[in-house]
């Protein structure tokens, strides 16, 4: 948006700075009026992306089913992105325990669920017909060059707020079990400060995993393999078969139930394993020049109305 207007250290500062003060009220019922300015700027910024590439069609029709020439390591990449694209449920417990009537999670659940999958599908349909090979990583800068900058502008919100969701919901894990849940919510200086010093630590942290891995869809990719490989698939049924242990055959209906479980802890368990695999071989790729780097790490594939 500003054409690279300063050192891209200095972004990420100012970004964790927000994220910082974003993640400072202690219960989600602050943080989540956020989220209603969120999912709104990323539907608009999307349809505003997916229009613009539409009417402008950059690379229309080139569509490949299966690009050839693609080693597995190499394809890894994509598959991870996609799987971190659902691993939002790792902030559902933490959603529920503090909803007002808890009856009311699975409504919220199922409404979240129907309209995230169906918009990714036409956003991802419509994108990758219309601009083909081109297509960027976020999508968003699929777009030419001024509707990206306007579409991007719009998902400041978003790009804000996901994150600050998410660092939230795990500082408030670690801060539960440092505190306790009798004093978590008291206003007493001590448990203020220890708030405030896990906040600040998660988003330093966070900061220097990003400048130490300055590649988008690697991290992205770092992030899938490591965790959402098994809140998604390893760890709802290891749960499940916990719940039921002793009881995983009684039925013909249960005992398929509990081989289609087995089945996913081994498939999060190989996702896992080839995600490391894949972001291992693209980490060693990274050149040490480009860690904590000034340089623009921006690289558009369209540059139609510049």
């Not at 509707?147 to 600050?164: D, E, H, Q, S």
């Not at 942290?205 to 899938?224: D, M």
Request: glycine content about 10%; some cysteine; aromatic content about 12%.
């Amino acid at each position: 948006m500003t054409e690279h207007g300063t050192c891209t250290v200095v972004f990420s500062v100012i970004g964790m700075i927000v994220c910082f003060l974003f993640t400072l009220p202690r219960t989600l019922k602050n943080v989540s009026y956020c989220s209603v300015f969120s999912c709104g700027s990323i539907v608009v910024a999307s349809t505003v992306a997916m229009t613009a590439i539409a009417i402008k069609k950059p690379g229309i029709g080139q569509i490949v089913t299966v690009r050839p020439g693609v080693s597995l390591v190499q394809g890894l990449g994509p598959v991870m992105n996609i799987i971190l694209a659902y691993a939002g449920h790792v902030t559902f417990f933490g959603m529920f325990s503090e909803l007002e009537d808890p009856r009311d999670f699975k409504k919220a659940l199922a409404m979240t669920q129907i309209f995230t999958v169906s918009f990714y599908l036409l956003l991802a349909a419509v994108v990758y017909y219309f601009a083909g090979p081109l297509v960027a990583s976020p999508a968003l800068g699929s777009a030419s060059y001024v509707v990206r900058k306007v579409a991007f502008g719009i998902a400041l919100p978003t790009i804000v707020v996901a994150g600050v969701i998410n660092g939230h919901v795990g500082c408030k894990y670690v801060y539960l079990r440092v505190c306790g849940a009798e004093t978590a919510h008291k206003k007493s200086f001590s448990a203020l400060a220890k708030w405030v010093g896990i906040v600040a630590g998660a988003w330093i942290i966070a900061f220097l995993i990003a400048e130490a891995i300055p590649s988008f869809n690697v991290l992205l990719g770092l992030i899938a393999a490591l965790f959402t490989s098994w809140f998604s698939y390893g760890l709802p049924p290891v749960l499940w078969l916990y719940m039921y242990r002793g009881e995983w055959f009684v039925s013909k209906k249960r005992g398929m139930v509990t081989v289609l479980n087995m089945l996913l802890v081994v498939l999060g368990a190989a996702i896992c394993g080839l995600g490391m695999w894949n972001s291992g071989y693209e980490l060693a790729r990274i050149q040490v020049s480009e860690v904590f780097s000034c340089k623009n790490n921006w690289k558009p594939s369209l540059d139609v109305g510049k």
